[in-house]
């Protein structure tokens, strides 16, 4: 009988245990299942709790800790989200998905060695694993072991012969080792995997074009369109194909059609009226604009540009009606509050648009356009006082505001303030040598422009006019016989500087300058051309009296001479790469883009080991949106020189925003902010590449760091913005975004700025 009740407390034990089991099972699965229903509503934090109660009850829970970690990839806790991954290895020492996560994680951190140890181990165990061997393709792309990287693609497209990605690996790498046949093949067969897929396709048509193939590219792109009649971007890429081509009215005929297949977008009628105004057609540009605006009569954006147009083309009263409009429907839409203001100007209401900029500084303080727009209608309206006061406080936001100091300088030399005057022109031209617009013309830039942080560069048009700034401009005192003496006095300690010891070429410089400042370009020239003959042993340092000198003729619009001058410095010294530039923004000032991208073609096939080369190619190509062909010339320059920051910041930026490559541009960006921790633009490409990866509050932190540095760069300022909203700080965003579209309503973001702006 005993014997009996101990068998019987025994089986209720084990029943007790088993019962107790299972509830703890189906606990933690009703709770990973609500921490799923969170994540997949944007809950990250409540998710974060579920998953954590369910790892309490079941701390074996794989499938809980998977979620979990990505769950901190979303939240931006990128150290608990590799612990996360680092416990499932205690758990499950075998989980290969664990194992690759990390393994891509520590190639993102430049831990290549690690990295390819786990992936070895994956390969190991699981030879044919598609993820791993991708992964160890691309650690030896990046170690630029491409031989081996190519044999690792071919073997992916051997196992996987229909993983069009992998083809798109391999062409990529191919390219980068100038087997230009084989790459051509590889692309044919990306093709050929699913014949509809764009994005191969578009891959190909790039190919030619950068090969100088244009009859091929054109006629790929044909095909793409045979095969997608109905995409209408597609056409938006033809026509600008044709337009960088100079055949303007092809261009406008595909516009046309794109417009057609697709008449209720509004983007083809955009690209048409700005490919119109940018080949000197405002009337049909204008017609393609109220073909827009019908379509979408209550786009305030649309509106706006409208309403722009019609003030750059001297039309006050369309320009009035455009923004009576705007206004009407929405009387605080700031843009056009402002736009309102600067009519007023134009109309010569100045105590109207002084009552307006003073409604607008109380909204936006910290704004120095406000302030400069109010000292402008103060200065016209006879108040030189009260405009020396609102310049005053522009300045004191942003003291590199030269429009503001050169106002300053004007109203001080008007009110008889000599000693001010000369002070602020000092300043200005102390200034001159860190202005990116003034380096861009001088060829102090290496890269043309940090990928259109410099200026908002979206567009033939403003590339045009950019390319065309004179340096003078921003000295506007040369006519001022005062200021003509006291630059003389300059003048002379310069050259008394410059005779002790005529190698100083930044004191020859500085002389230059100042040249040009007083509207001297005759003396300047023939200041170069003797020294030039004084360095005549001396090739490099000639070379560089050639490309000022080129600077020069350029400042003047004397394409011609400026061309020969640039030419003759490359000659000089092929390795002085401002000169390269000087040449890139002489054919794009007159339009000539295929010239351009053909004259570096040709020096890369007489000297392919050149970085510059490849960063103005990579940059023209980026303007053009034709970002593969960027791609190419960046990873070129970073195959030559893997320690050339513009073109991995370049590349990085590129990756993030057109390519889902992520993982490859946070670790380029990381490359390059640990080469130039401070540089302003490698923190907002590492904030925006954080943002794009979901990290928010790091994105916050590089971006805000961005714009401390850079607070009057729209797109940096719409970055940190979008990503106040992503993180649901919705104040901060309103405040970011609104400071964007200020400082340039017509930036690349400018039309989601505002749709976001609306959401809020």
């Known amino acids: 009988m005993k014997h009996a009740k101990w068998i019987l407390t025994v089986c209720l034990l084990l029943v007790s245990l088993f019962w107790g089991c299972t509830n703890d099972e189906k606990q933690s699965a009703a709770l990973f299942q609500k921490g799923l229903s969170h994540f997949d509503r944007g809950e990250y934090t409540q998710a974060e709790n579920q998953f954590k109660q369910a790892l309490t009850i079941n701390p074996t829970y794989i499938a809980a800790y998977e979620k979990l970690a990505e769950t901190y990839l979303k939240l931006g806790n990128s150290k608990a989200m590799l612990d996360t991954y680092n416990t499932i290895l205690k758990v499950d020492p075998e ?40 992964i160890k393709a691309e650690i030896l792309e990046q170690e630029n072991r491409l031989q081996e990287s190519a044999a690792i693609y071919h073997n992916i497209t051997t196992i996987f012969p229909n993983h069009q990605e992998a083809y798109l690996g391999y062409a ?11 790459t051509e093949t590889v692309l044919k067969q990306a093709v050929a995997i699913d014949d509809n897929n764009i994005k191969p396709r578009l891959l190909l048509y790039n190919f030619y074009v950068n090969k100088g193939d244009l009859e091929k590219a054109e006629q790929e792109l044909l095909q793409t369109i045979e095969k997608n009649p109905a995409n209408s971007d597609l056409y938006i890429i033809l026509g600008l194909f044709y337009f960088s081509r100079k055949s303007v009215d092809q261009a406008e005929q595909t516009l046309a059609k794109a417009i057609e297949i697709d008449p209720r977008n509004v ?16 009337e049909k540009a204008l017609s393609v ?48 509050r402002i736009l309102k203001g600067e009519l007023l100007l134009m109309q010569q209401n100045y105590d109207a648009a002084i009552a307006l900029f003073d409604q607008l500084i109380e909204k936006e303080p910290g704004s120095d356009r406000l302030y400069y727009l109010k000292a402008q209608a103060q200065s016209r309206k006879g108040d030189n006082r009260g405009a020396i006061a609102a310049i005053r406080k522009a300045l004191a936001i942003q003291p590199k505001n030269i429009s503001a100091k050169l106002m300053l300088s004007d109203i001080y030399l008007q009110e008889g303030m000599f000693d001010q005057a000369q002070k602020e022109n000092m300043e200005i031209f102390s200034m001159l040598h860190q202005s990116p617009a003034v380096r861009l013309i001088l060829g102090n830039s290496p890269d043309i422009q940090q990928r259109g942080k410099e200026t908002s560069i979206d567009s033939f048009d403003t590339l045009f006019k950019l390319a065309s700034e004179n340096p003078a401009g921003y000295l506007r005192i040369g006519q001022v016989e005062f200021f003509r003496k006291k630059y003389d006095r300059l003048m002379q300690n310069f050259e ?61 619009n004397l394409t011609e001479p400026a061309e020969v001058a640039f030419k003759k410095a490359i000659s000089l010294n092929p390795n002085f790469l401002r000169p390269y530039y000087g040449l890139a923004r002489l054919y794009l000032i007159n339009k000539k883009v295929d010239k351009a991208v053909e004259q570096y073609q040709t020096l890369l096939s007489k000297d392919p080991n050149q970085t510059g080369p490849h960063m103005v190619l ?46 490859e541009a946070l670790r380029l960006s990381l ?74 309503d017509k930036f690349s973001n400018a039309e989601h700025a505002m749709e976001v702006l609306s959401n809020l």
């Open 95 to 134: 989980n290969l998905s664990a194992q690759l996560k990390l393994a891509g994680f520590e190639l993102l951190d430049g831990k290549n060695k690690q990295s390819q140890e786990r992936i070895d181990s994956v390969l190991s165990r699981q030879p044919q694993n598609l993820e791993a061997l991708t």
């Open 172 to 182: 990529r790498v191919l390219g980068r080792l100038g087997d230009i046949a084989k």
């Open 267 to 282: 983007k083809p009628y955009l690209v048409s009226a700005e490919i119109l105004e940018a080949s000197g057609q405002p």
């Open 289 to 336: 604009y109220q073909k827009a605006l019908r379509l979408q009569p209550d786009n305030r954006r649309l509106r706006l540009i409208l309403a722009r147009f019609y003030l750059q083309h001297n039309n006050p009263a369309e320009a009035e009606a455009s923004i009576q409009k705007i206004l009407e429907d929405q009387p605080t839409y700031f843009p056009a």
């Open 496 to 556: 008394s500087a410059f005779n002790a010891n005529p190698k100083l070429l930044n004191v020859f410089t500085s002389i230059i300058l100042l040249h040009a400042v007083k509207d001297e370009y005759e003396i300047a020239i023939q200041k170069c051309n003797q020294q030039i003959e004084r360095l005549k042993e001396e090739p490099t340092l000639q070379a560089f009296v050639y490309n000022l000198q080129g600077g020069l003729y350029l400042a003047q």
């Open 618 to 663: 990579g940059t023209l190509f980026s303007i053009i949106k034709r970002f593969d062909l960027a791609e190419q010339h960046y990873r070129a320059a970073l195959t030559i020189n893997p320690d050339f920051v513009p073109a991995a910041n370049n590349l990085s930026y590129l990756l993030a925003e057109h390519t889902d490559s992520l993982d």
């Open 671 to 744: 490359i390059a902010k640990s080469k130039k921790p401070d540089d302003p633009f490698i923190k907002d490409t590492l904030g925006w590449i954080y943002f794009k990866m979901g990290l928010y509050p790091d994105a916050i932190r590089e971006l805000t760091e961005s714009v401390e540095k850079l607070p009057d760069n729209a797109t940096v300022n719409y970055h940190l913005g979008m990503a106040y909203y992503k993180s649901g700080q919705n104040k901060a965003a309103k405040s970011q975004l609104r400071k964007a579209l200020q400082l340039n």
